[in-house]
């Protein structure tokens, strides 16, 4: 299917561009029911998918919501109401949904699926109101296990790119930028061209403006959100998205110069966090004692340097945005 989104002036002044953590719940989670999963998101996968197997049936209901083609319910991702909102302030958006969208979004899924909604969403069809705090629980456990200890990372990724295109519209303009979004979209200068759309985008029931939102996880489709009275959205995949796990080359000079500040230990353990891990596993790649690898992860904390966060019953470390730079910068020095 082809569609079009036309453009006022009045749209194009209040095109904007946001990235939203829930946006990246939906898309990773579609991800992860690929089969395969794409070949750029497997290190990931393999690292997240035990962790969400010793979840159990936890989280069947936000998986459930999720299937690997079809509708994706509008409810679970709301226009963000700034650049970056968190995740807390989108799933307060989401737990004030009202029981008529949650139940149209329902009832797409069904239809898709010969008629029948999955056992696990039919309490939340019966009553949304007391099902969707529950829900945002869900996604806050999977946040935990999945994405919170590479948010800093998502998150640079997805920033560089917003950056990237702001400055591109600068330089040359919003036709151009918008006409470089994607293979499949097409800015003609009167209208917004999206090739093998599953549904139409209609500027008639839509809100004004256009938001653009970057995703890791979306690769390599472009989504749509047609909500009214929000703007439409438009999620495509951000630029980088195929370098997003790779170990970064030249980790050992970084880790050399770092040494020197940190101390060895401090900067061998920050080399291990390319990948986020618990205190036993970071013990045995640094060949420290666990006690002694605790000490120290605990200052690196304490200066902002790594982050925890809780999966299951282990503890799993994660290099901040500062922590990355400061690697970035080390490397500099051998380039």
Same mark, same amino acid.
């Given at each position: 299917?082809?569609?079009?989104?036309?453009?006022?002036?009045?749209?194009?002044?209040?095109?904007?561009?946001?990235?939203?953590?829930?946006?990246?719940?939906?898309?990773?989670?579609?991800?992860?029911?690929?089969?395969?999963?794409?070949?750029?998101?497997r290190?990931?996968?393999?690292?997240?998918?035990?962790?969400?197997?010793?979840?159990?049936?936890a989280?069947?209901?936000?998986?459930?919501?999720?299937?690997?083609?079809?509708?994706?319910?509008?409810?679970?991702?709301?226009?963000?109401?700034?650049?970056?909102?968190?995740?807390?302030?989108?799933l307060?958006?989401?737990?004030?949904?009202?029981?008529?969208?949650?139940?149209?979004?329902?009832?797409?899924?069904?239809?898709?699926?010969?008629?029948?909604?999955?056992?696990?969403?039919?309490?939340?069809?019966?009553?949304?109101a007391?099902?969707?705090?529950?829900?945002?629980?869900?996604?806050?456990?999977?946040?935990?296990?999945a994405?919170?200890?590479?948010?800093?990372?998502?998150?640079a990724?997805?920033?560089?790119?917003?950056?990237?295109r702001?400055?591109?519209?600068?330089e040359?303009?919003?036709?151009?930028?918008?006409?470089?979004?994607?293979?499949?979209v097409?800015?003609? *200068?009167? /209208?917004?061209?999206? %090739?093998?759309r599953?549904? $139409?985008? #209609? +500027?008639?029931?839509?809100? !004004? =403006?256009? &938001?653009l939102?970057?995703?890791?996880?979306?690769?390599?489709?472009?989504?749509?959100?047609?909500?009214?009275?929000?703007?439409?959205?438009?999620?495509?995949?951000?630029? *980088?998205? /195929?370098?997003?796990? %790779?170990?970064p080359p030249? $980790?050992? #000079? +970084?880790?050399?110069a770092? !040494? =020197?500040? &940190?101390?060895?230990?401090?900067?061998?353990?920050?080399?291990?966090l390319?990948?986020?891990?618990?205190?036993?596993?970071l013990?045995?790649?640094?060949?420290?004692?666990?006690?002694? /690898?605790?000490?120290?992860?605990?200052?690196?904390?304490?200066?902002?340097?790594?982050?925890?966060?809780?999966?299951?019953?282990?503890?799993?470390?994660?290099?901040?945005?500062?922590?990355?730079?400061?690697?970035?910068r080390?490397?500099?020095?051998?380039?």
């Amino acid at each position: 299917m082809r569609t079009e989104l036309h453009f006022s002036t009045q749209d194009l002044a209040l095109t904007r561009f946001a990235v939203s953590p829930m946006q990246e719940v939906v898309t990773s989670l579609r991800a992860l029911a690929g089969s395969p999963v794409p070949a750029l998101h497997r290190r990931w996968a393999g690292q997240v998918r035990e962790r969400l197997a010793a979840a159990g049936p936890a989280l069947d209901r936000l998986t459930a919501l999720v299937p690997p083609t079809g509708h994706l319910p509008d409810f679970l991702n709301p226009a963000p109401a700034g650049f970056s909102p968190g995740l807390a302030e989108e799933l307060a958006a989401i737990t004030a949904t009202g029981a008529g969208q949650v139940r149209a979004d329902l009832d797409i899924m069904a239809a898709e699926a010969g008629g029948r909604l999955p056992a696990a969403l039919a309490p939340l069809y019966r009553d949304p109101a007391a099902q969707l705090p529950r829900l945002a629980a869900d996604v806050e456990a999977y946040w935990e296990l999945a994405l919170a200890p590479y948010w800093a990372r998502i998150r640079a990724l997805l920033a560089a790119d917003v950056f990237h295109r702001s400055r591109q519209a600068a330089e040359h303009g919003t036709a151009r930028m918008l006409g470089e979004l994607h293979d499949t979209v097409r800015w003609d *200068g009167a /209208a917004l061209r999206l %090739e093998q759309r599953h549904c $139409a985008v #209609a +500027r008639l029931t839509a809100g !004004a =403006g256009l &938001l653009l939102l970057p995703s890791a996880f979306a690769w390599p489709r472009v989504l749509t959100r047609v909500l009214p009275p929000d703007p439409p959205q438009l999620i495509y995949p951000a630029r *980088g998205t /195929a370098t997003l796990w %790779e170990r970064p080359p030249g $980790a050992a #000079a +970084r880790t050399d110069a770092l !040494a =020197g500040v &940190l101390g060895r230990s401090r900067a061998r353990l920050l080399a291990e966090l390319d990948s986020p891990a618990s205190t036993t596993e970071l013990a045995l790649r640094a060949g420290l004692s666990p006690a002694g /690898a605790s000490q120290h992860l605990t200052a690196l904390r304490t200066a902002g340097l790594t982050s925890a966060h809780r999966a299951g019953h282990a503890v799993l470390h994660a290099r901040t945005a500062v922590a990355d730079s400061l690697f970035d910068r080390a490397g500099q020095e051998f380039h």
